[in-house]
């Protein structure tokens, strides 16, 4: 089975505090993504890599920004925490876009922030 | 981003009965793919089931349906002999072929199966 790990199930931080937010992959996928989890408003994406160093900003950047410098790892980050970046935080991969758009995206158990 | 509604932001139902979730979705594209996700209180997500926009034919797993009308941009999700299993919440997704293939998600519908 796909796993997708993500390293802290619940965290709390202080506000300016610089947060990292872990997500590995076993399935060797191309494709990984940061998405945000808020209630009425589904998931938003954040940002996105299709490989290795690269990245691509997604629906809401800002405030946010992200690593990967190995395939199966994919970090978050955000710079200095605000009280508005109290969320859930789901990462997902999929395999490489172009073997089909269908691909299923696999989640993680997701991140629980509260910044105070 | 494309625009995803789910119109029902809680719904219930009686252990063994039918439920329809609803979802309408906005887009200019002819290609695309939509699915419904679901997300129980263990929030793991996982997907439910996809259709191809081009296929006609409305997909099917097991006891999940979906009702693709491409016309009206409406893609409903049919539970049959509803589980306790299927308590969770439930989201809509567009995936753009256009767009890098990113999904699209809706604010998603609660689903309580009564026992």
């Known amino acids: 089975d796909v796993k997708v790990t993500q390293s802290s199930r619940y965290l709390v931080k202080r506000t300016g505090e610089k947060v990292f937010l872990e997500c590995v992959q076993d399935?060797?996928?191309?494709?990984m993504f940061w998405y945000r989890q808020d209630p009425g408003l589904g998931l938003r994406l954040i940002y996105f890599?299709?490989?290795?160093?690269?990245?691509e900003k997604g629906d809401i950047p800002e405030g946010y920004s992200v690593s990967r410098e190995k395939k199966e790892r994919f970090s978050l980050i955000l710079e200095s925490a605000s009280t508005n970046q109290t969320s859930m935080y789901l990462c997902?991969?999929?395999?490489?876009?172009?073997?089909?758009?269908?691909?299923?995206?696999?989640f993680g158990e997701g991140s629980w922030l509260t910044v105070v | 981003a494309q625009t995803v509604t789910q119109s029902q932001p809680e719904m219930s139902v009686q252990e063994a009965e039918t439920v329809t979730l609803s979802c309408t979705y906005d887009?200019?594209?002819?290609?695309?793919?939509l699915f419904w996700y679901k997300q129980p209180p263990s929030r793991q997500m996982i997907l439910v089931i996809r259709q191809e926009a081009y296929k006609q034919q409305n997909a099917t797993e097991n006891r999940f349906s979906v009702n693709f009308q491409k016309a009206a941009k409406s893609f409903s999700l049919k539970i049959s002999d509803s589980q306790l299993g299927d308590t969770a919440m439930y989201f809509c997704?567009?995936?753009?072929?256009?767009?890098?293939?990113?999904?699209?998600f809706g604010a998603g519908t609660t689903v309580t199966v009564r026992a």
């Open positions: 997902a991969s999929s395999i490489a876009g172009g073997q089909g758009p269908g691909n299923t995206i696999y």
């Open positions: 887009t200019s594209e002819n290609n695309y793919y």
């Open positions: 399935m060797d996928h191309e494709n």
């Open positions: 890599s299709y490989d290795v160093k690269m990245k």
């Open positions: 997704a567009f995936m753009s072929l256009s767009n890098d293939y990113k999904l699209s």
